[in-house]
């Protein structure tokens, strides 16, 4: 089992496999971005953490992330890279 713990270490979900968890890891992302367009929260400064524990309580995967709520979530695992940034 694979437990999703927030930044306080709070466990809000759990799943059999790993690849599960990163599936529901990435509907959380996708719950809180949602949540901070629909209350207009300034998200200037507001970063996220997540992380993903195995039944031996090791951390073998997280996320982070600070909502952009000018666009639609994007899954990381759909995520193209931008063209406009980085070096070239």
């Known amino acids: 089992m694979f437990q999703i713990r927030d930044e306080r270490g709070n466990v809000l979900d759990e799943r059999p ?5 990163e599936e529901r890891l990435e509907e959380i992302c996708r719950q809180a971005t949602e949540q901070a367009a ?3 929260e300034g998200v200037n400064e507001m970063t996220l953490r997540w992380t993903i524990v195995d039944t031996a309580g090791r951390e073998v995967g997280w ?3 600070t909502p952009d709520t000018t666009r639609p979530y994007e899954p990381i695992s759909q995520a193209q890279p931008d063209d ?3 070096p070239a």
Not at 17 to 21: D, S, V
């Open 17 to 21: 496999t790993f690849e599960a968890a």
């Open 38 to 40: 629909a209350n207009a």
């Open 63 to 65: 996320m982070s992330l």
């Open 84 to 86: 406009d940034q980085g």
